[in-house]
């Protein structure tokens, strides 16, 4: 496909799961933006497999979360074996309720992921232009230059905004000589998805042996299953590997005859741990794959490639439609970059743990591993620890320089994702939640505490004149239905408290009094949002 003229407001380079959820981000703030990918059309490998609850909340406010939901498996548990023997079974159901409409891990493949953004795209009238390269590009005051290869053909563009999307060989990384730093895992490992003869549940089986780790994940489909496990030096050195070669190191992993029906998909990889040394060069931005790369533990890559797309694109189209001023833009990489070097941090240590085979680590998985595991596991206060970090719900902003904590509450602080709790509608007569509340593009207003109808009138009118089109009014007195989220935000009965959400679903301001001075100040000095006059 031809691309569709000479100027784009944004280019987004890579159409994977961090481009297509930029570019609907962005269709949802009134941006069109321009998606191109080197590829010819959408994968078919399945790839990433986990959705975690942060990227279903992401999905509900898209409106799209419902095809995941009924095309994904829960993950119910995790059964842990060594050398043959279950020396651990921890139950994940429901394991993270009541903090979210979604207290579960979802599996629900990438390609799924891609094409339930492609349909929201198509929808919205942008397509992807496959075929579809960077060769290069020139970044001036106020626009930048791009050479593409359109179908064999070079074509210039210029751009407002350029989204490096495009993986961890990133070509606007390297054309931005941005350094990739980090390292290569020294063991190379296989991948397989296959539906079993013998197996059909919703576990996570993790095998661990003297010769090696073998993992099976869930994936939707009846009997079929994500198998990860590591390559021992005789098969590394084999040419052409298949799943036949591998079977015998299965069983003897997993110490039992692995009866496999049908093949899906096999390859062989190495895995790396790199991030970016900047997510930013003055019009330019990296995202996802291209900005951060890490091992698979946790199920955590896709899903921090999406947030990194969420969390950039209301603050790019905020700019473009004159609603932002231009410095919110560099809040970006100050509140993704942290996140990316403790999520590195983390999954190497884990990863590092599982496949290294030193005399340590064997005495230490053998002996401790299982009984540290039910130990812990046995207090709902480490439970919902793991939970809160494996399904990204913990993620704060909390040092940001556009939040602002103006409250004595401690329990829940500006920087914080808005907690999911459960409003009864007294008007309407029925349930919602405070995410549902944050359904609308723009900044969500939520004034607690009672107010007489003159002040709620006053407030209205000076959205209305001075925020219009950006700023989404409730109003949320005392009742004894929705006593729970006074209590949450730590309110006696007659306090008052105003939350500025931002469209992240992020809490951007907290303050004990309902005051449109403070308010104000908010808005438009710490936020930058540009004032209607």
């Not at 980090?182 to 993790?206: C, I, P, R, S, W």
């Not at 869930?218 to 990860?228: K, Q, S, T």
């Amino acid at each position: 496909m031809k691309l569709p003229g000479e100027q784009a407001s944004v280019l987004i380079v890579g159409a994977g799961p961090s481009g297509l959820m930029m570019a609907a981000q962005l269709l949802r703030n009134g941006i069109q933006p321009v998606i191109i990918d080197i590829k010819k059309g959408p994968t078919d490998q399945s790839k990433a497999l986990a959705v975690q609850t942060r990227s279903l909340e992401i999905y509900r406010q898209l409106g799209i979360v419902d095809p995941v939901l009924n095309g994904g498996k829960k993950a119910t548990g995790v059964f842990l074996n060594q050398e043959g023997k279950q020396v651990a079974r921890l139950s994940l159901n429901n394991i993270g309720e009541p903090q979210t409409l979604f207290p579960y891990i979802l599996m629900y493949q990438q390609s799924k992921n891609e094409r339930l953004l492609l349909d929201y795209l198509t929808q919205n009238c942008c397509p992807v232009y496959w075929d579809t390269s960077l060769i290069s590009f020139d970044q001036k005051n106020d626009k930048i230059e791009v050479l593409l290869n359109n179908e064999n053909e070079k074509t210039f563009l210029t751009c407002d905004w350029l989204i490096g999307a495009d993986g961890a060989h990133s070509i606007v990384r390297k054309e931005l000589f941005i350094k990739f730093e980090g390292d290569t895992y020294a063991n190379e490992f296989y991948l397989a998805d296959v539906t079993f003869a013998d197996l059909n549940d919703d576990k996570l089986h993790l095998h661990l042996s003297k010769p090696g780790f073998a993992a099976f994940f869930p994936m939707p489909e009846d009997g079929r299953y994500r198998i990860v496990g590591s390559l021992t030096p005789d098969l590394l050195a084999k040419q052409d590997l298949t799943i036949d070669d591998v079977k015998p190191l299965l069983n003897n992993v997993a110490k039992a005859k692995i009866s496999i029906a049908e093949t899906h998909w096999f390859t062989t990889y190495r895995l790396h741990h790199r991030m970016a040394e900047s997510f930013r060069s003055d019009r330019a931005f990296l995202i996802g794959d291209a900005a951060h790369i890490h091992s698979p533990v946790g199920g955590q890559g896709m899903n921090t490639g999406l947030q990194d797309a969420y969390n950039l694109a209301w603050k790019l189209a905020g700019v473009i439609n004159n609603q932002l001023n231009k410095s919110v833009l560099s809040s970006y990489a100050d509140e993704r970059m942290p996140v990316a070097k403790d999520l590195l941090k983390t999954t190497d240590r884990a990863f590092t743990f599982i496949v290294s085979d030193g005399f340590l680590n064997r005495i230490l998985k053998k002996w401790v591993l299982p009984f540290a595991i039910k130990k812990l596991w046995g207090s709902e206060k480490l439970r919902r620890a793991f939970f809160n970090r494996v399904s990204q719900t913990s993620i704060n902003y909390h040092h940001s320089k556009i939040n602002l904590h103006l409250s004595q509450g401690t329990k829940i602080i500006a920087g914080d994702r808005l907690p999911y709790l459960k409003v009864y509608d007294e008007k309407k007569q029925q349930e919602t939640d405070l995410h549902e509340w944050c359904s609308k593009p723009g900044f969500t207003f939520i004034a607690l505490g009672k107010q007489t109808e003159d002040e709620l009138f006053r407030l209205a009118k000076w959205i209305t004149q001075h925020y219009p089109n950006i700023l989404n009014f409730f109003y949320l007195p005392p009742t004894n239905k929705n006593r729970h989220i006074f209590d949450a935000f730590e309110m006696g009965a007659s306090q008052q408290k105003t939350l500025i959400i931002r469209p992240d679903m992020y809490i951007g301001f907290i303050n004990d009094s309902i005051d449109i001075a403070k308010i104000d100040n908010y808005l438009s000095t710490v936020m930058g949002v540009v004032k209607s006059v």
